[in-house]
């Protein structure tokens, strides 16, 4: 599967090319929640969710005291700009 260039925003990519771009960075797909997926990476963890306007990043366990660290990207950035921004971490 070939994917759109990475200026495309990303509500130009169909969902099959999305979630394999979210594989290709190491995400695992919830088997029940089929619009969330999990990434561990070194020294942090996050669910990643498809809404119907945005992805929702939540950083688990991402501050000093342990709490979240939510963040939500627009899909109307190009997929450069939203995994350089989720996959660089909290």
């Given amino acids: 599967m070939m994917l ?7 509500y130009n ?3 099959p090319e999305i979630e ?7 995400c695992e797909q919830d088997r029940n929640e089929l619009h969330c997926w999990y990434l561990e990476r070194g020294t942090w963890k996050a669910e990643l969710c498809l809404d119907v ?5 939540r ?4 501050t ?3 709490r979240d660290i939510v963040r939500s990207f627009k899909y109307s950035l ?4 939203i995994d350089a921004a ?3 971490g909290p």
């Fill in 4 to 10: 759109p260039s990475a200026d495309t925003p990303l």
């Fill in 13 to 15: 990519h169909p969902l």
């Fill in 86 to 88: 989720v996959f660089s």
């Fill in 59 to 62: 950083y688990m366990n991402a």
């Fill in 53 to 57: 306007e945005e992805l929702t990043v």
């Fill in 78 to 81: 190009s997929r450069e700009d």
């Fill in 20 to 26: 394999e771009w979210l594989r290709s960075q190491g």
């Fill in 64 to 66: 000093v005291e342990g």
